[in-house]
């Protein structure tokens, strides 16, 4: 059984940085047949697809986060990681980590999710 | 604001059968498979549809999924009390390349 779990400071400093890590037990982050995706989820709105990673090969992002977007695998503790600069409270939402199939890209594994705030 | 198109709630009596559209265009649901998701109060979107119109093991066959053109649809029969959720479609958009989702329906089984 395939398992994400999300972990990160729950609370972020406008203007910082937020770092989210996802921790995947029970199959292999170096998966071919997988993207690693981020998804948040401001308080009371819908879903929100901001990237996703294939190891080895192409990272995707939403283009209006793109260019305070970062995002990262480590084979060596099957983690991802998703860094977003410049936060401000627009930003405040769970975020979820969850697998992809590739190439029509349902996502079939999730996180239970983080609440990450954005406040001084 | 929501690259593809959901009504904003639905609602239907026990037993009953209710459907939820999905509009996109030609370079998202034109060109890709859609997916839907169910996400109970406080909890993780879980997969429902996947590939137009498949259920993942487990998923009951009141659950049914269909796709034509630039839309999709998901359709509940047998409605229970339980089934009462938001409900999602996903799918990729080819230009730009990026994942997208519907603003999401609340469904209330009255």
């Known amino acids: 059984q395939v398992q994400l779990q999300e972990s990160g400071p729950g609370l972020v400093k406008p203007a910082e940085t937020l770092s989210l890590t996802c921790t995947v037990s029970?199959?292999?982050?170096?998966?071919?047949?997988?993207?690693w995706a981020w998804i948040r989820q401001a308080p009371g709105k819908g879903l929100e697809w901001i990237a996703s990673?294939?190891?080895?090969?192409?990272?995707y992002f939403k283009s209006s986060l793109k260019s305070r977007l970062t995002i990262s695998v480590d084979t060596s503790k099957n983690q991802f990681s998703l860094k977003l600069g410049s936060v401000t409270a627009a930003d405040t939402a769970v975020y979820y980590c969850?697998?992809?199939?590739?190439?029509?890209?349902?996502?079939?594994?999730w996180g239970q999710g983080t609440l990450v705030t954005v406040s001084s | 604001q929501s690259v593809l198109t959901q009504p904003p709630s639905v609602s239907a009596a026990p037993g009953q059968k209710v459907t939820i559209s999905c509009s996109g265009s030609?370079?998202?649901?034109?060109?890709?498979?859609v997916s839907w998701y169910q996400q109970l109060p406080g909890t993780a979107p879980k997969l429902l549809i996947y590939?137009?119109?498949k259920r993942p093991s487990g998923i009951p066959d009141r659950f049914s999924g269909s796709k034509s053109g630039t839309s999709a649809t998901l359709g509940i029969t047998g409605l229970q009390t339980g089934d009462e959720a938001d409900y999602y479609c996903?799918?990729?958009?080819?230009?730009?390349?990026?994942?997208?989702f519907g603003g999401g329906t609340k469904l209330t089984v009255l």
């Open positions: 030609s370079s998202d649901i034109g060109k890709n498979y």
């Open positions: 029970g199959g292999s982050i170096s998966s071919s047949s997988h993207h």
């Open positions: 996903g799918t990729w958009d080819s230009s730009p390349r990026a994942g997208v």
């Open positions: 590939d137009n119109n």
């Open positions: 990673v294939r190891y080895g090969g192409n990272s």
């Open positions: 969850a697998r992809q199939w590739i190439p029509h890209d349902h996502a079939d594994y």
